[in-house]
T-cell receptor, first 114, second 110 residues
């Protein structure tokens, strides 16, 4: 248990579906992150939220839409995805403006687009 | 954000010490060095962090030379369960984008 909880753990969706991934952290952190990890590839940083403000968007297609309603919750809304979007989606949180930059990751959501 | 370079893979045997060196030639004065471990289908897990000299915890040691242009993660007496990908990150606390490179895949054999 890392203090970062992701739901669902597994998701299968069709290309015309709309779904959302949820991330919740109970660590009091002020930054949250979404990553994508395709099979046998490095983690790709998608979005960063600092103090609920989006500060990073690494050229992610608009079919991925993040939402951060408060510092404890982060969503990734998905619509009209492609099969190549199938991957492990990881959420992380950290406390900025401190010396310890340790990040805590959730267990991830294994997404399959059919 | 300082770029890091580490070996793609390393093989070892149970009970041996594994040392992974990460190069970060353009590290900035305020940057810290952090190492993470990732098992398949799981999120990365923090191992150790340091700024200079040597840091040791119950899992690993981190050696950082005076010029800080590289660092070495040392895993003592590895076991099969230490087989994982190890990532070296360099950054500062107020601009920490947590960008992971390819990491080093460590395979421990019996």
């Amino acid at each position: 248990e890392t203090g970062v909880t992701q739901t669902p753990r597994h998701l299968v969706m069709g290309m015309t579906n709309k779904k959302s991934l949820k991330c919740e952290q109970h660590l009091g952190h002020n930054a949250m992150y979404w990553y994508k990890q395709s099979a046998k590839k490095p983690l790709e940083l998608m979005f960063v939220y600092n103090f609920k403000e989006q500060t990073e968007n690494n050229s992610v297609p608009s079919r991925f839409s993040p939402e951060c309603p408060n510092s404890s919750h982060l969503f990734l809304h998905l619509h009209t995805l492609q099969p190549e979007d199938s991957a492990l989606y990881l959420c992380a949180s950290s406390q900025l403006l401190t010396e310890n930059t340790e990040a805590f990751f959730g267990q991830g959501t294994r997404l399959t687009v059919v | 954000l300082a770029k890091t370079t580490q070996p793609i893979s390393m093989d070892s045997y149970e009970g041996q010490e594994v040392n992974i060196t990460c190069s970060h030639n353009n590290i900035a004065t305020n940057d810290y060095i952090t190492w993470y471990q990732q098992f398949p289908s799981q999120g990365p897990r923090f191992i150790i962090q340091g700024y200079k000299t040597k840091v040791t915890n119950e899992v690993a040691s981190l050696f950082i030379p005076a010029d800080r242009k590289s660092s070495t993660l040392s895993l003592p007496r590895v076991s099969l369960s230490d087989t994982a990908v190890y990532y070296c990150l360099v950054g500062v606390s107020n601009d920490y984008k947590l960008s992971f490179g390819a990491g080093t895949t460590v395979t421990v054999r019996a």
